[in-house]
């Protein structure tokens, strides 16, 4: 008896959930650089677990456990004469878990994070190069379909000379993926995670509290109009908060100015990223913005993006930076304010806790508490119109030392080809799918379809706003060092 009480004792304690279900989310980053162009089906391929799926509410694994799958499809687009947009399949099916066994598991993708591809029924597809406004210009309007579109000698000049975005796909290590099980997972077996709390003792709540009465909590634009909220207190000096930031891939928002609005310009006409956009000016107690940070992967539409605010005087003995973070999801031509405008997620917790995952994962936070504020009501429009929700507490993040160093991989640097090498055939290639476009689609029987899709799908974006996607699974926990990275001890004293 004793010996068995020797052994039971020496196991790890099992998690509390045996089984997740299907349906819920979870995030990897990629290790391994994926591309239409050049990468072939049966590559293997290699991501660590960033955020896990959680089980009756708590995350089932801990961070860092290497995902492995492979690539089933790829498709590219080459000189553009038989596919216009490339395609790539990706399936993970293996977690290593922290013990050294492999946990075989069935999953799609379903999101790249801030990427200008979408993704349907697990296949991420690629952009349309000519669905730009430069692509479309075209005189055909008003004709039938024609093997001829170029009627205008002027059009065919302009011709000679569009430029086009790069239509391949290109997913370098560090590319966010948010994947979804496609069946339960028995997880019964795997170590009990330490539970966290988030709560704060009554001294720090006090502290927090004094700030928070000097503050709105809502930030305003410069015509006094209510704007994001404010939702998030980082605590530690002006140099932690650029090296987390910066550690961690964001970067800060250029001046507005002529050069500035040009570049934003040129990357909405083109598709591509401007990864230091500027962020638009809203105040505080009167104050404007003293720091901006962004972060987004290859798309000028999608980014997240957060302003701050130094205040006077010291909370828990640091400096503090109250912050209001939002997270966009679309950029569009608005008629009443005359301008471009950004459409915001609904679900601005969901986007918090993936900027806290974000310092955490770079090694820059310390801990992580929350301040509820029952006072606040779960949802408000933005100046711009977008419901959001929220539970109305305050994300408040201690600062560290970092102590990971930032490894920066982009287009301009691919590790593998992911494009033709010659500009002689990327030029032959823009101008077989510039073809290619203006004879299907620049006639007035395409671009009645085209008007009449654009209906039927504003038509249901109206339906089903305010709608809850319960379905999808998304993580709501709250992250921190402890939740992301929790301590584990197995038998025979191997950590993790």
């Known amino acids: 008896m004793l010996l068995v009480l020797a052994l039971g004792s020496a196991r790890p304690a099992q998690a509390n959930c045996d089984r997740i279900p299907s349906g819920k989310s979870f995030w990897v980053r990629l290790l391994d650089p994926v591309a239409s162009y050049s990468s072939k089906p049966g590559t293997l391929i290699r991501a660590i677990l960033i955020q896990s799926p959680d089980c009756d509410g708590a995350p089932a694994f801990p961070a860092g456990l290497e995902v492995d799958g492979e690539v089933v499809a790829a498709r590219k687009v080459g000189l553009g004469i038989v596919h216009e947009t490339a395609s790539l399949e990706l399936i993970f099916d293996r977690i290593v878990t922290a013990d050294g066994t492999t946990l075989s598991i069935a999953s799609q993708v379903v999101e790249v994070d801030n990427a200008r591809e979408t993704v349907r029924n697990g296949k991420i597809r690629g952009i349309l190069a000519t669905y730009t406004p430069q692509g479309r210009i075209t005189d055909g309007l008003g004709h039938l379909p024609s093997f001829n579109p170029y009627s205008a000698p002027s059009l065919i000049v302009y011709r000679l000379f569009t430029v086009l975005p790069e239509p391949e796909i290109y997913l370098p290590p560090g590319t966010d993926l948010r994947l979804r099980l496609n069946v339960p997972l028995f997880v019964g077996d795997q170590p009990e995670l330490p539970p966290v709390s988030f709560q704060m003792d009554e001294i720090e709540r006090g502290d927090i509290e004094m700030l928070l009465q000097k503050n709105t909590t809502r930030t305003y634009t410069g015509k006094g109009k209510e704007a994001d909220l404010v939702n998030v207190l ?39 990223n401007y990864p230091s956009a500027p962020i638009t000016t809203q105040y505080l107690q009167g104050q404007r913005q003293e720091v901006t940070w962004q972060k987004s992967f290859n798309s000028y539409s999608r980014r997240d993006h957060l302003r701050l605010w130094g205040e006077a005087g010291t909370v828990l003995g640091q400096e503090a930076w109250l912050g209001a973070y939002s997270r966009e999801t679309s950029a569009v031509l608005s008629i009443t304010q005359h301008k471009f405008i950004h459409h915001l997620d609904r679900n601005l917790d969901d986007g918090v806790n993936m900027l806290v995952r974000d310092l955490t994962l770079a090694g820059c936070v310390k801990s992580v508490q929350l301040l509820p504020r029952p006072e606040l009501h779960d949802t408000f429009v933005n100046a711009t119109g977008d419901e959001m929700l929220t539970d109305g507490r305050l994300t408040v993040v201690q600062l560290a030392t970092c102590a990971n160093s930032r490894t920066e991989y982009t287009h301009a640097d691919p590790l593998i080809p992911i494009r033709p090498r010659s500009r002689l055939v990327r030029y032959l290639r823009t101008q077989v799918l510039v073809y290619k476009s203006d004879v299907v689609r620049g006639n007035l029987i395409y671009s009645g379809y085209y008007v009449g899709r654009i209906c039927i799908h504003a038509l249901r974006s109206r339906h089903q706003h305010g709608q809850e996607q319960e379905a999808e699974g998304l993580p709501i926990s709250p992250v921190s060092p402890d939740t992301l990275f929790p301590p584990i001890t197995f038998a025979g004293g191997s950590g993790l």
């Open 234 to 272: 980082f605590l530690g000096s002006r140099e932690q908060m650029d090296s987390a930031f910066q550690t961690a891939g964001w970067m800060n928002g250029d001046r507005i100015s002529t050069r500035s609005v040009l570049k934003e310009f040129r990357a909405f006409l083109t598709l591509s």
